[in-house]
């Protein structure tokens, strides 16, 4: 199933997006889709049956906003230099084991809402991801397979950065990887049972129709799988809880220079096979 969420922020409703292609309202069906839906598989099935029946109300999606497809977000857990590629591109060495850090919830948004480029900004960059969504509580997970058997579902993230705040001025990673809009979602939650196999999705993301980034997730140093085992090794994931897992080579700081980071007026495109495309236009903050 497709799965997203409609309409003003912080007033979205939930929808799904049928096999023909068809907007539907799920809002008579279910209350949102949060963490508790994931969870619930008596409720993802009333989704499915009301899904394969047809009878769920058409919405008209002209002008219709779409917010990020998962509400009440726990956390959102971030994995670093996790494509070949992209260490190589920026001069680093794989790591033996994968770099966690995090970025806060409220950094969240819709998958063509505005990004705003922080103040005092001078090197802000894109980063195209296949974002992980988690659907039953993992903690010490052993395996592979019981690692993908907690995953709800995927969907497109933009892990956008400030490499100066990131990297330049001091302490963790995090004062460039928080500042607010820096993490579009979606536009859809694609359930597990859609997504064949987690390492055969092609990413790509365009500046200004430049396209910049052109990887596959088979480039992932640590696969999905792994991801998620090593990640509930030191914290517990819930229902609702996502991963960003990286991203390929074509990022800005890799670059020559002049590195051709984003200024506000650029607008950034990005799509994963099969989980959909956003568009962002940047403006100042």
């Known amino acids: 199933m497709k799965l997203l969420r409609v309409g003003t922020a912080g007033a979205e409703r939930p929808a799904l997006l049928d096999a023909e292609g068809t907007l539907r309202d799920l809002s008579g069906t279910v209350a949102d889709i949060d963490g508790a839906l ?37 956390k959102v857990v971030c994995i670093g230099l996790n494509y070949h590629d992209h260490a190589a591109e920026t001069g680093a060495e794989p790591p033996a084991e994968p770099v966690v850090f995090f970025k806060a919830a409220d950094t969240v948004v819709g998958p063509d809402d505005t990004v705003l480029v922080p103040r005092g900004s001078v090197k802000t960059d894109w980063e195209v991801e296949l974002a992980v969504v988690i659907g039953r509580t993992a903690r010490y997970l052993e395996s592979h397979e019981e690692a993908l058997a907690h995953v709800a579902g995927y969907a497109v993230a933009h892990d956008v ?125």
């Open 38 to 74: 994931l969870a619930d598989d008596a409720a993802l099935a009333r989704v499915r049956a009301a899904a394969d029946a047809g009878t769920l109300p058409v919405v008209d999606p002209a002008g219709l906003r779409v917010g990020p497809p998962l509400a009440r977000i726990g």
């Open 161 to 285: 950065s400030e490499r100066e705040f990131q990297i330049e001025r001091g302490g963790t990673w995090d004062k460039g990887k928080n500042c607010e809009t820096f993490n579009p979602l979606g536009p859809w939650l694609v359930t597990a049972d859609e997504v064949a196999d987690p390492q055969a999705l092609g990413l790509r993301l365009w500046v200004n129709g430049e396209l910049k980034q052109d990887g596959t997730t088979a480039q992932q140093i640590f696969p999905v799988a792994e991801v998620v085992r090593y990640v509930s090794q030191f914290m517990t994931l819930y229902p609702g809880d996502v991963i960003n897992t990286g991203t390929p080579a074509g990022v800005a700081l890799g670059q020559p220079e002049p590195k051709p980071y984003l200024r506000a007026g650029d607008v950034v495109e990005l799509e994963i096979d099969g989980l959909g495309r956003q568009r962002q236009e940047l403006k100042g903050a």
